[in-house]
């Protein structure tokens, strides 16, 4: 299974919206709306953002949000902090496994 | 509050096998899956697998099919995962982490560092 595409990298200004594309196959994105998104800061263990597809857990901010469109899933994140600079994850379920984008670097100018 | 407490970190020899523990605490262990998902220094997250505790059913991926052993001890609420034949390209921080619906990854370990050099 091959990993989901996303950009190597992504910046925006304080204020800013910033959207994160995330694009698989009809097998996986596509087919199913189990794909979730993390954050991950550097030396710390990811953190669920977003999950089937556009629901938050408690305690995220409604400053994060997904959708999907065929096989791309995006992330938008408004309102940009310098807290959100971190490295984004997608991820989606396919035929009872899991594969991972490659991860996007978000920038804080 | 969820916590998954993972053992510490380890070095070890090509052609070893390692086996990290996952601690589960705050919820009836039985209840949900854990992943285990690895990164390499500077790399992306990669998806290893999972296990029932309940049943002790297990998933793998099929790069580590036949390298990979999931299992758990109810008892004291733990999983474990065991890697064997490492080589230098398993050096990585292993993760495990509590799954929800279709492999939602909740809750996560803090991660352990295996080292493989000679």
């Known amino acids: 299974q091959s990993a989901l595409t996303q950009p190597a990298s992504v910046s925006g200004s304080p204020g800013q919206s910033i959207t994160i594309s995330c694009t698989g196959t009809s097998s996986d994105v596509g087919g199913y709306n189990y794909v979730s998104w993390y954050q991950q800061h550097p030396g710390k263990a990811p953190k669920l953002m977003i999950y089937?597809?556009?629901n938050r857990p408690s305690g995220v901010s409604n400053r994060f949000s997904g959708s999907k469109s065929g096989n791309t899933a995006s992330l938008t994140i408004s309102g940009l902090q310098a807290e959100d600079e971190a490295d984004y994850y997608c991820s989606s379920y396919t035929s009872s496994i899991v594969v991972f984008g490659g991860g996007t670097k978000l920038t804080v100018l | 509050q969820v916590q998954l407490v993972q053992s510490g970190a380890e070095v070890k020899k090509p052609g070893a096998s390692v086996k990290v523990s996952c601690k589960a605490s705050?919820?009836?262990?039985?209840?949900?899956?854990i992943n285990w998902v690895r990164q390499a220094t500077g790399q992306g997250l990669e998806w290893m697998g999972w296990m029932n505790p309940n049943s002790g059913n297990t998933g793998y991926a099929q790069k580590f099919q036949g390298r990979v052993t999931m299992t758990r001890n109810t008892s004291i609420s733990t999983a474990y995962m065991e890697l064997s034949s490492l080589r230098s390209e398993d050096t990585a921080v292993y993760y495990c982490?509590?799954?929800?619906?279709?492999?939602?990854?909740?809750?996560w370990g803090q991660g352990t560092l295996v080292t493989v050099s000679s």
């Open positions: 705050g919820y009836t262990f039985t209840s949900y899956d």
């Open positions: 982490a509590r799954g929800g619906v279709r492999r939602t990854l909740f809750y």
């Open positions: 089937e597809v556009s």
